[in-house]
């Protein structure tokens, strides 16, 4: 089922109400305040000047050769792109996760399994694995994930929640048969940008251009996502304030009464009696939450953005009925 967080239209018809705080996703709620856009991208199509300086700011920032840098129309863009590029027809993707992978590969006419442990994906053809992974945060070090790599035919590796944890990415060096995927969108939260990126083999590369077409980006992401990605500055202190968030949250989650189950700088799970309720709970105060049909108990929440959010998120919680 390709269900996602961020679906306010639903919240909206079931619960009524406009001013929601949404905490459906993993996308950061203080996110990067850009220059003004120039009128170059607003009005002229992307040209190869301009992708090649965000290529140069990605390098930089993710420590990968240019020539190793796919930019897309969000990561998303590369979970459909990359199961046209890879041989193969069995993929196994490391479970319970972002149903998003299992659900491109499936319409691509791959046979997808989906266990749950990284030895049970020995011998696919195709490997995927969400690091940290979306929803539970399970996190595995680069030496794990090159051992992983070795048993596989191929090895997509989706780092979208992993820009606050550097320690984890493989996207600098990752192995030949490694395909890194990066989110901008979340960890600077302008998911509405869709910028993202594939990192790997360039002959690998080339497949998925050749399918992305000729303007994968648009004009706006690729002069704004060069701006923010070589601001250092204003990561540095993201990463910092999102440390501190999440246990703040944590703190006013677990006083209520759920159990922490996991998470990420972006978003933490939550062990509930009764996950839709707790969900319905959170909606009467306009607070939009994500809950999984495949688990009755879990709810999962962004990181409020401020002292307001944070307030709303603990009258909710501790509010009579």
């Known amino acids: 089922m390709r269900d996602h967080g961020g679906d306010l239209d639903r919240a909206a018809r079931d619960f009524g109400g406009a001013a929601w705080i949404d905490l459906s996703t993993g996308i950061n709620r203080r996110p990067y305040v850009p220059a003004p856009l120039s009128a170059h991208a607003l009005s002229a199509l992307p040209t190869r000047a301009d992708q090649a300086r965000l290529v140069a700011a990605a390098s930089a920032r993710y420590g990968a050769a240019p020539e190793a840098i796919l930019p897309l129309a969000g990561a998303s863009a590369g979970i459909q792109l990359l199961p046209h590029a890879v041989p193969g027809r069995r993929a196994a993707v490391l479970s319970p996760t972002y149903n998003e992978h299992a659900a491109s590969l499936a319409a691509a006419g791959w046979r997808v399994e989906t266990p749950e442990t990284p030895e049970a994906l020995a011998g696919a053809d195709l490997g995927v694995i969400v690091n940290p992974n979306n929803p539970c945060g399970r996190a595995y ?7 992983i790599a070795a048993t596989v035919g191929h090895l997509l590796v989706d780092e979208s929640f992993a820009d606050p944890r550097p320690d984890l ?51 706006p992401a690729l002069e704004i996502g060069t701006a923010a990605l070589a601001d250092e500055a204003w990561s540095e202190a993201t990463v910092t304030w999102l440390a501190e968030a999440a246990l703040h949250l944590d703190q006013i989650v677990l006083a209520a009464g759920w159990n922490l189950a996991g998470g990420t700088h972006l978003f933490r799970l939550y062990d509930t009696l009764d996950a839709p309720a707790a969900q319905a709970r959170l909606a009467r105060a306009g607070i939009w ?33």
């Open 169 to 219: 990415s493989v996207a600098g060096a990752p192995p030949p048969n490694v395909t890194v995927l990066r989110s901008f969108g979340k960890f600077w939260g302008l998911a509405g940008l869709r910028l993202g990126f594939a990192i790997g083999a360039p002959a690998l590369l080339a497949r998925m251009a050749e399918r992305a077409g000729p303007w994968p980006v648009s004009g």
């Open 141 to 147: 070090e680069p030496g794990q994930i090159a051992r």
């Open 289 to 321: 939450s994500r809950i999984f049909p495949w688990h009755p108990r879990w709810v999962r929440l962004g990181i409020p953005g401020g002292r307001e959010e944070f307030a709303r998120v603990a009258t909710a919680l501790t509010a009579p009925g």
